[in-house]
């Protein structure tokens, strides 16, 4: 039997962000069994040259894909969403934060909200 994962995810969007995190969550929850999101949140961009807001978003997800595998799923669901490569419009974009309790976010203290949203849950 397959070992089951505990995923936490970002979810985040700075380009006609409701839109683009409703239609996230319908993927995510069409993909994965019963996905469990935080509220999102409206932050500022971090360390960008130019000023935009995000919409930040987690969900926590259980499944039997290995941590290499759920990255490139993450990757493919971007792309559904059109996420394509634009500086500065970003329709969607997932990130593992956390993998069976470990932090693998290589960036998670440089963006507060992540550990807030964590918290939810």
């Known amino acids: 039997m397959a070992k089951l994962h505990v995923y936490y995810i970002s979810l985040g969007s700075n380009y006609n962000a409701d839109f683009h995190l409703a239609v996230a969550r319908l993927l995510i929850a069409k993909c994965f069994n019963q996905p469990v999101f935080s509220q999102a949140l409206q932050t ?65 203290n440089k963006y507060p909200f992540l550990a807030q949203l964590r918290q939810e849950f």
């Not at 970003?90 to 956390?98: C, N, S």
Request: charged share 25%; proline share 3%; hydrophobic share 35%.
């Open 44 to 108: 500022e961009g971090i360390g960008l040259s130019y000023q935009c807001w995000y919409l930040n978003q987690m969900v926590k997800i259980q499944s039997s894909l290995d941590p290499t595998t759920m990255v490139q799923a993450l990757k493919s669901l971007e792309r559904q969403v059109g996420r394509k490569k634009h500086p500065h419009n970003v329709a969607l974009d997932l990130d593992l934060v956390e993998v069976d309790g470990n932090i693998v976010h290589k960036d998670y």
